[in-house]
């Protein structure tokens, strides 16, 4: 009598384990596997026929089996790009699933036709061009795009200083010092309520701080941002700046200056 009821619970825990899938902890065993791209691209290299692309991407990893289907596809061919998107399918979206790590992966499509001299957009956002590039692994560009301006007294080059400091999004440039090899950008961001009329009380008004950058080769570095007059501060971080771009500088407005520095 004992020996069939052990025969009769061994049997029930069997059944009850052939309900999960195979790979995924108890937890997770009935989480839906949904289609997403990945949070970034790495790196795309062009093969030595010319149109065989390698993409590397992160994927989710954890102690279960976290993706498949991990594939890329070239969607179009227009504006001197071909234009890739690449896909996997994984429970991750549900930290239950145990995928709550990442680790990179690599997929590959074969273009219709040679690459060329044509760049590359994966996923709608991240482009890489030949140009500059070495054999097989291409450029990644960046947030001004493959050839940014080069670091000097231009409206371009002075957008790719702004990127470089710790400003706001929507940050306004108020003025600017440049001799080409060292710069000064007073900036200011809206604050307050958004509204569309800057009539209204309170919608007019603004923070900034004043930044000081120094000529790198990757382009404007800053070297300090601050409030007030003159070249003492900059010049304690950095003695060879130019008298002739701080000596004349009034302090900020008191009514731009931000209530504590970072």
């Not at 976290?66 to 994984?90: E, F, H, I, K, P």
């Not at 590959?108 to 036709?113: G, I, N």
Request: aromatic share 6%.
């Amino acid at each position: 009598m004992v020996a069939a009821l052990l025969v009769a619970v061994a049997a029930l825990l069997l059944g009850a384990c052939g309900t999960l899938r195979a790979g995924a902890p108890g937890g997770a065993a009935h989480l839906p596997w949904t289609t997403m791209q990945p949070s970034s691209v790495t790196v795309v290299r062009v093969g030595a026929d010319d149109r065989t692309l390698s993409v590397d991407v992160p994927v989710p990893s954890g102690a279960a089996a976290c993706v498949r289907d991990l594939r890329a596809v070239a969607t179009d061919r227009v504006n001197g790009a071909v234009w890739v998107q690449v896909t996997y399918s994984s429970p991750s979206g549900d930290r239950g699933s145990g995928c709550t790590r990442e680790k990179p992966a690599t997929t590959r499509v074969r273009l219709p036709e040679p690459l060329g001299g044509l760049d590359v957009i994966v996923d709608h956002y991240t482009h890489f061009t030949r140009h500059g590039a070495g054999p097989s692994a291409l450029r990644l560009c960046g947030r001004l795009g493959c050839d940014p301006p080069r670091t000097g007294c231009t409206a371009g080059s002075y957008d790719q200083a702004v990127l470089a400091a710790d400003v706001p999004h929507h940050t306004y440039r108020d003025a600017e010092r440049c001799d080409g090899k060292w710069l000064v950008l007073d900036l200011s961001w809206r604050t307050g309520p958004a509204c569309d009329d800057t009539s209204e009380p309170g919608c007019s008004s603004r923070l900034g701080a004043r930044w000081f950058f120094r000529a790198r080769k990757s382009g404007w570095v800053p070297v300090l941002d601050g409030a007030a007059g003159g070249c003492r501060d900059v010049r304690r971080v950095e003695p060879a700046f130019p008298a002739a771009l701080c000596a004349s500088l009034e302090p900020l407005p008191a009514s731009l200056r931000p209530s504590h520095r970072r």
